[in-house]
């Protein structure tokens, strides 16, 4: 048990440094910074929801830099087809047989940038490789690496060229950010070179591969006792009663959610503080049932309102 405690500790220690290394990079978005590694410790997937140029790509190198694994971006278009996302098969003239030529989703860390902007056809072929972490091709299995994180970004919706993001798509998103522009004082070290893509370069890797799948690990093993399991089910309840769409899998992603921030904590087991924490960032892409709009403001107040509505008690 000391020594289960002891290497837990140890994977914290590591993650705090990476946090570090990447509030130096993406600087005067420090909770951002924060919530994009929860997501990851979670398990989950992030869409950024922003205008060009306020530093979803820098965040997204950034990140693979202290993983230490391998970054690919996809430029979303509207001619982008599968097989330039996911691979090929390939015919081998010497040996009369086909070989697989993974694609770019075959990396730990990729940035799909416009990602409405993908037709649905492309975008269907993500449905599969965002949960089960692997692409099926001609009866054939290839496994995704791990970890295998995926960051997204959208413009908004009325925006020419575009396609709406289905909900079975929107559900693969354990959370939504929107990074916005920097401080005055952020934007400052930008320019002077002090931070950005000016010192992504010389971010070291803070851990191993294997360190960040046992953090994952960790993470999962975060206590959950019946009572805020509870108030778990009286927050979705109450989502659900209004008209929002909260599936089982939102659920759970957002649980995973609360259960990483717990973990970066230091803390053994998940309380409603952690819960609400997360709760808008976890549930504000997904919208309601009659909702495609990009703007989020609005759901955010939906669901604040919510959190101050519900009680607490552990009585149902």
């Not at 924060?34 to 992030?46: D, E, N, W, Y």
């Not at 908004?156 to 990074?179: K, W």
């Not at 006792?225 to 008209?243: C, H, M, N, P, T």
């Not at 970066?264 to 009659?290: E, K």
Request: hydrophobic content about 45%.
């Amino acid at each position: 048990m000391y020594e289960s405690t002891h290497e837990t500790s140890l994977l914290r220690d590591r993650v705090l440094v990476a946090l570090n290394s990447l509030t130096k990079v993406v600087v005067g978005k420090d909770s951002h910074v924060r919530r994009a590694l929860a997501v990851l410790l979670s398990g989950g997937h992030l869409l950024l929801e922003d205008l060009p140029g306020v530093g979803k790509t820098t965040l997204a190198r950034a990140l693979s830099k202290v993983l230490g694994g391998r970054f690919q971006r996809v430029q979303g278009t509207n001619d982008l087809l599968p097989s330039d996302l996911l691979g090929a098969q390939l015919w081998e003239a010497a040996t009369q047989t086909f070989r697989f030529q993974p694609g770019p989703i075959f990396a730990n860390v990729i940035l799909l940038d416009e990602l409405n902007r993908i037709g649905p056809k492309t975008q269907s072929a993500l449905l599969e490789v965002m949960v089960e972490g692997q692409v099926t091709m001609d009866h054939s299995t290839h496994p995704l690496p791990e970890p295998f994180f995926v960051i997204a970004t959208q413009n908004p919706t009325d925006h020419a060229g575009t396609f709406p993001l289905p909900e079975s798509q929107i559900d693969r998103f354990a959370a939504v950010l929107h990074l916005g522009y920097p401080s005055q004082e952020a934007e400052r070290r930008i320019l002077i070179g002090e931070a950005g893509l000016a010192v992504l370069d010389g971010l070291e890797m803070a851990m191993s591969l294997g360190d960040w799948v046992a953090a994952k690990k960790a993470v999962s093993q975060i206590n959950v006792s019946d009572a805020v399991l509870d108030y778990i089910e009286k927050i979705v309840a109450q989502i659900r009663k209004d008209g929002g769409f909260c599936s089982t899998r939102a659920i759970c992603q957002w649980l995973s959610l609360a259960k990483a921030e717990a973990w970066i904590q230091g803390q053994r087991f998940v309380t409603p503080d952690h819960l609400q924490d997360t709760l808008l960032d976890a549930m504000a892409h997904r919208g309601r049932m009659d909702d495609r709009k990009l703007n989020r403001e609005d759901i955010r107040n939906v669901f604040k309102k919510i959190i101050m509505e519900v009680p607490v008690g552990w009585k149902p």
